[in-house]
């Protein structure tokens, strides 16, 4: 709520100012690189993060004129002027796309729309979302770069696209926020190997969160290392984040042969055919019915009555039923 009202001043100042405005994804490395690529061009220009969801939803976003948006969907009906995007679900809208499904991640797309393929920094930091959105991170520096990515607050991200755009990444490492947000990452790391160690290997993983938000954990890492330790073909991770607000986090194989984007978008979400989302409400006084709507999704997807899920309580403790 106030983190919207005082983005939205921060907005209406870079209009008086007459300073570009992009919006990029907050979720990952993808969205801040990308913001960090455009800073690069546009040292004076003001950043706004946002989910894809917050996109979609937000009433304020799409009164803007956007001078850039990177890895998200354009605000519906805004006037975007260039976008650099490798969503399958994310149709073009901008006056200036630099739009590719089958690109790695939009940070490559942002400096080749920009101009800055031959940047150093720049190519440093493509370097870096190719590899945390394609899930195979081989450098340790890019590892510590997505923990501090994902568990930093709001503010922290702007600064670290604001830092990453001037120096790289090094610069980003050496910050004192950025050891604070290891050090969550480093708990919320322990919780997701707890919960790792008690799921049963299989192809098909489907796991329930019940009280998802008293975890402080990224479901996204959590869907991604259960995807790797357990082999499995198709996980999904549904978690109630609020009294009747649920989301989804689907991971699939990249050699197939199940499509996250299929289950994600029958739920209001999008993404990719090995990575896709989904945030949804259940009718007010219904808030329970989140659950069944996901099972339902799910189980008429994998053509099946009956399908096999994980329940997680606050304190790990795992429950499998079948529903
Ligand atoms: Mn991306």
């Given at each position: 709520?106030?983190?919207?009202?005082?983005?939205?001043?921060?907005?209406?100042?870079?209009?008086?100012?007459?300073?570009?405005?992009?919006?990029?994804?907050?979720?990952?490395?993808?969205?801040?690189?990308?913001?960090?690529?455009?800073?690069?061009?546009?040292?004076?220009?003001?950043i706004v993060l946002r989910a894809p969801a917050q996109v979609q939803k937000s009433k304020w976003l799409r009164l803007f004129t956007w001078t850039f948006v990177a890895d998200l969907p354009c605000p519906p009906g805004a006037k975007v002027k260039m976008r650099a995007d490798h969503h399958r679900t994310n149709?073009?809208?901008?006056?200036?796309?630099?739009?590719?499904?089958?690109?790695?991640?939009?940070?490559?797309?942002?400096?080749k729309l920009l101009g800055l393929e031959d940047d150093p920094i720049v190519r440093e930091l493509v370097d870096a979302a190719i590899q945390t959105d394609t899930a195979n991170v081989t450098s340790e520096k890019v590892r510590k770069l997505d923990m501090i990515v994902r568990y930093s607050r709001y503010s922290t991200k702007l600064k670290i696209a604001k830092i990453l755009s001037e120096k790289g990444i090094d610069a980003v490492l050496s910050l004192p926020e950025a050891q604070e947000a290891l050090e969550k990452a480093r708990e919320a790391e322990h919780i997701i190997n707890t919960i790792c160690e008690k799921v049963p290997a299989s192809d098909i993983i489907t796991m329930y969160f019940p009280k998802g938000k008293k975890l402080d954990i990224s479901y996204r890492q959590l869907n991604?290392?259960?995807?790797?330790?357990?082999?499995a073909k198709?996980?999904?991770?549904?978690?109630?984040?609020?009294?009747?607000?649920?989301?989804?986090?689907?991971?699939?194989?990249?050699?197939?042969?199940y499509d996250c984007t299929t289950i994600?978008?029958?739920?209001?979400?999008?993404?990719?055919?090995?990575?896709?989302?989904?945030?949804?409400?259940?009718?007010?006084?219904?808030?329970?019915?989140?659950?069944?709507?996901f099972v339902n999704v799910l189980k008429n997807y994998l053509g099946v009555s009956k399908v096999r899920v994980i329940v997680v309580d606050e304190n790990l403790n795992l429950n499998e039923i079948e529903v």
């Open positions: 709520m106030l983190g919207n009202l005082i983005d939205f001043l921060r907005v209406v100042s870079a209009k008086i100012r007459r300073r570009p405005v992009a919006l990029c994804d907050i979720g990952d490395v993808d969205g801040i690189t990308s913001a960090a690529i455009f800073l690069r061009k546009y040292p004076d220009a003001v149709s073009p809208c901008a006056e200036q796309e630099c739009y590719d499904p089958s690109a790695p991640c939009s940070a490559l797309l942002a400096a991604i290392i259960i995807q790797k330790s357990k082999n198709f996980v999904n991770i549904l978690v109630k984040r609020g009294f009747r607000t649920y989301r989804l986090y689907c991971g699939a194989d990249k050699e197939g042969p994600a978008k029958q739920l209001g979400g999008g993404g990719h055919k090995f990575a896709a989302g989904a945030q949804y409400k259940s009718p007010i006084f219904r808030p329970g019915e989140g659950f069944r709507r």
